[in-house]
């Protein structure tokens, strides 16, 4: 099956710093979508992306689908955007399920 | 307007004890899939339904483990003879449509999570 590698595995930054995500698959994909999981456990939509750029307040995403990879930029950073960032691509002639990265553990710190 | 629900949030059962969890998808949303969240293997697909039915049942891990969909709305995850290798959070999302087949090109809509239901098996 696809392989989704998410970049860096932890990610600490002061409150204000900017900071930039990275999503590595091994396949072409039709879809993929951006999460971030909060404390309590909740999957929050951030970005449906399968090419192209897309901007969403102080985050945007871009997802290079011929060279198989998206990046999250997060700037101006937030205690609240602390949390794990998840990359999921939908797996190739499947019925749409997702495969999801290992995550990224984002801390920001006041 | 109302997002996936999950219930109950939190289970604790005793090992070999049936349990059975419910989700409620956004309204006339089609598809509707089931993954589970555990520290050893991360986000991992269960299964896919579309409308009533199931055609893709590939990440169920034992026949323990069955799902049913009525009326094209609420499913439920049953686990049968619970194992403490059951412990995790169980997660269902739903999307606006659904591939018309494996190969086709369809629209794929973005899929919403719900709040998860937390299951240990003591």
């Known amino acids: 099956g696809i392989q989704v590698e998410q970049s860096p595995p932890d990610l600490i930054l002061q409150e204000g710093a900017n900071s930039t995500l990275r999503c590595n698959f091994s396949?072409?994909?039709?879809?993929l979508q951006w999460f971030h999981q909060n404390p309590w456990g909740q999957l929050i939509n951030l970005f449906y992306?399968?090419?192209g750029t897309k901007q969403n307040g102080r985050l945007s995403a871009t997802t290079v689908a011929t060279e198989r990879y998206s990046l999250l930029y997060i700037s101006s950073s937030q205690t609240t955007d602390s949390g794990v960032y998840f990359c999921?691509?939908?797996?190739?002639?499947?019925?749409?399920?997702?495969?999801f990265g290992a995550g990224t553990q984002v801390v920001v710190t006041p | 307007g109302a997002g996936v629900s999950q219930s109950p949030s939190n289970k604790v059962t005793e090992k070999g004890k049936d349990v059975e969890l419910r989700c409620d998808p956004i309204?006339?949303?089609?598809?509707l899939y089931w993954y589970r969240q555990s520290l050893g293997q991360g986000l991992e697909f269960l299964i896919y339904?579309?409308?009533?039915?199931?055609?893709?049942k590939s990440g169920l891990p034992s026949d323990r483990f069955s799902a049913e969909r009525t009326g094209g709305s609420v499913s439920t995850l049953t686990i049968q003879r619970t194992q403490q290798e059951d412990s995790a959070v169980y997660l269902c999302?739903?999307?606006?449509?659904?591939?018309?087949?494996?190969?086709?090109?369809?629209?794929?809509?973005?899929?919403?999570f719900g709040p998860g239901t937390r299951l240990t098996v003591l």
């Open positions: 999302a739903s999307s606006l449509h659904h591939r018309a087949k494996p190969r086709g090109t369809g629209r794929i809509a973005e899929q919403f």
């Open positions: 396949d072409s994909v039709n879809n």
């Open positions: 992306i399968p090419s």
């Open positions: 999921a691509v939908e797996q190739p002639d499947s019925w749409g399920k997702l495969q």
């Open positions: 309204s006339g949303h089609t598809a």
């Open positions: 339904f579309q409308g009533n039915s199931a055609p893709d």
